[in-house]
């Protein structure tokens, strides 16, 4: 449930805060609740690096932009970051 949460508040964070207070709110309460029921350390990283991840999916499919194999590589290494994290 937790890692649900927390990708919710990844995809909300992703497709852009700027729609509002109430869009804002239940980004930070899904994190919240999310942080709360697990690892801090883990959930924190978890949150930040998927949001890197859809914002970099987000804007390649809406706004076109380009994928470079920099800004993939880079996202795998965020990917990795997490995976180790979880497993310590």
């Known amino acids: 449930m937790a890692l649900l949460l927390l990708i919710l508040a990844s995809a909300l964070f992703a497709s852009g ?3 509002g207070i109430c869009f ?3 980004r930070r309460a899904s994190q919240a609740v999310a942080m709360k029921r ?3 350390a883990v959930a924190y990283v ?3 690096g998927s949001e890197a991840v859809l914002a970099l999916a987000l804007s390649v499919a809406v706004l076109g932009e380009r994928a470079s ?3 993939i590589g880079a996202l795998l290494l ?3 970051g997490i995976v ?4 310590l």
């Open 17 to 19: 805060e700027c729609r």
């Open 69 to 71: 194999a920099l800004r």
């Open 84 to 87: 180790l994290l979880e497993r």
């Open 46 to 48: 978890f949150a930040l």
């Open 78 to 80: 965020i990917v990795l």
């Open 24 to 26: 804002v709110c239940r």
């Open 38 to 40: 697990s690892d801090m």
